[in-house]
């Protein structure tokens, strides 16, 4: 029987098994998880035939290195990075067949934060609450890769995606993060709102997988204390103490007594995944949509 499994050589900075996470648990206390940057997950994935659900390796600022013990088709997306397979250089952004025994290399990231490898399969540790993601704030999931460890691969699921190329941004000059006022603006004042939108903020060096922190002018409350605890989106713009914001990413926990002044919709997440220290941030105001119209008659 084929040994489909991989074997760390470099657990680099900090590298967790990642997939979509476990939505719909926030009521027993669970948060969400799954890859910080989901696009360069379900990409790395489509290139090897995995479907976006399959668990891939989500690394941190330094990359890592696995030895594959059955030969297996891996991609990597996300942050650029170098690519090497038993020291020769191999392509990013590209499915690479690596042979059994030879050790696939993911270097430091050259911009961005966060590189996603996908083994054909995919990772197959097992399943908890109907996911393989790490969570660091609960701790669910597998540990954060060590090296020596090693981890299954499921069998394959198809032949690699065809692609010409593959698109990737490059770096932000600016972090631009639009979001839907409240539930809790009015905790603040009309002059720390106007900061919010106008104020000049970086992303701090404190910032992880549970919250993208901020360095900037604080913003100013209108009262004093704090809420109960109380329910905490994926998303939420929390405001501590100090006044800086902290976007709530997907190890949150899923409640607070912090004011969230805001909420950034899911859709806009995936660049703060790839936001390096020192990035400049901008918060937009969005509109609500407006309810349908009712039909008269």
């Known amino acids: 029987m084929t040994d489909r499994a991989l074997s760390v050589v470099r657990a680099g900075a900090l590298t967790t098994v990642q997939d979509l996470g476990r939505p719909g648990h926030a009521h027993l206390g669970v948060p969400r998880a799954g890859a910080l940057d989901e696009p360069a997950h379900r990409l790395a994935n489509r290139l090897v035939g995995n479907p976006g659900p399959a668990a891939t390796l989500e690394t941190t600022v330094t990359g890592c290195a696995v030895r594959l013990r059955a030969a297996t088709t891996v991609a990597v997306a996300g942050a650029p990075c170098p690519v090497t397979v038993d020291g020769r250089p191999a392509p990013w952004g590209a499915p690479v067949r690596v042979p059994a025994g030879a050790v696939l290399d993911a270097g430091p990231a050259s911009h961005g934060l966060r590189s996603y490898l996908a083994f054909a399969g995919g990772i197959g540790t097992e399943p908890v609450l109907g996911s393989r993601a790490t969570d660091l704030l609960s701790g669910l999931g597998p540990d954060p890769l060590a090296d020596g460890a090693v981890l299954p691969l499921d069998p394959p699921h ?39 939108t106008t104020g000049r903020f970086l992303v701090s060096a404190a910032s992880n997988r549970i919250g993208l922190r901020t360095e900037g002018t604080p913003l100013e409350r209108a009262r004093d ?3 109960p ?13 100090d006044g800086l914001p902290v976007l709530f990413l997907h190890d949150h926990p899923t409640t607070g007594g912090y004011p969230v002044a805001g909420v950034v919709p899911e859709r806009f997440l995936a660049p703060a995944a790839q936001a390096a220290p020192g990035t400049p941030v901008r918060f937009v105001r969005i509109a609500r949509r407006p309810a349908p119209a009712t039909p008269a008659g």
């Open 158 to 196: 198809g032949p690699p995606a065809a692609a010409d190329a593959v698109p990737h941004p490059g770096p932000a000059a600016e972090l631009v993060l639009p979001f839907l006022p409240g539930p809790r603006d009015d905790w603040f004042t009309e002059a720390g709102l106007r900061t919010l």
């Open 225 to 227: 204390g704090e809420l």
């Open 229 to 241: 605890s109380e329910g905490m989106p994926l998303g939420a713009l929390q405001v501590p103490p």
